[in-house]
C-alpha cells in the first residue's frame, strides 16, 4: 500500500498474557519479504528471545515505552507513509475536521512538535507515550511520521489505512491553495461517537479479514 519507507519502521504487538513481551519486524528486511515465522519476540531490556535479526534500535525504543506506558496500545505501528508525513512537516500541521474519514480521528490524534533526531534513547519513547497519554491513538510526529496504537491489530491497522487516506484527501485539498470547509465541531464530535459504536468497529474486523483473503489468494506464504 506504499506505506512503508526502504527498510526502514515498524510494527508491533504485545504478547498475549505477557505485558514485559512483544513481536516485533525484525531489522534489514524490507516489509514485503516478512513471513509470521521472521518476527521477533522481545523483551523488556530490548533482548531477542527468538527471530532471525533483532528489531532496529529506534523500534525498541519507540515501542518498548509506547507498550508499557500506554494502556490500550496493545499494538504499535510506526510509519513514514507520505501523506500523514507530510502534515508533520508543516508549521503547526494538524489533520483538519475537513472529511468524514478525518472525523475517525476527532480528538484521537495527539501532536509532538518537537524533532530531536533519531530516536536513539529511552527519552524519544517516553516523550510520545506521553504525548499519547490515555485518550489518544494516533501520534503526528513532527517533521518525521505517525504512530498508530490500538487494542487489537485489525483496529490498529484500520486506522492506520484511513489516517493516509485522510491525509492525502487534506493534501490535495490544501494544493488547490482555496479555503477549505471545517465540519461544526458538534457535528464533528457527534459523527466521531458514531464511528466509535461497536457496529463501526465491527468493520475494522472486516476490514482485516478481507486483506488477510486477499494474501491468501496472492501471497499465502505470509502464514510461513
Known sequence: MGFHEGICNHFSAVIPGEDDRFLINPHGYHWSEIRAGDLVEVDADGNALDGKEPPEPTAFFIHYHIHRLVPNAKVVLHTHMPYATALT??????????????????????????????????????????????GKRVAFLANHGVVVTGQSIAHAFDDLYYLERACQAQVIAMSTGRPMRRIPQDVARMTADQMSSDSERAQAVRHFEALKRILDREEPEYRD
Not at 468524514?100 to 530531536?116: H, R
Not at 533526531?117 to 529511552?122: K, M, Q, R, S, V
Open 89 to 134: 512537516m508543516l508549521e503547526d500541521g494538524r489533520l483538519e475536521p475537513t472529511l468524514q474519514t478525518s472525523l475517525k480521528f476527532y480528538d484521537a490524534v495527539a501532536y509532538d512538535d518537537l524533532y530531536n533526531g533519531l530516536a536513539l534513547d529511552d527519552s524519544e519513547g517516553q516523550r510520545i507515550a506521553a504525548a499519547l497519554g490515555t
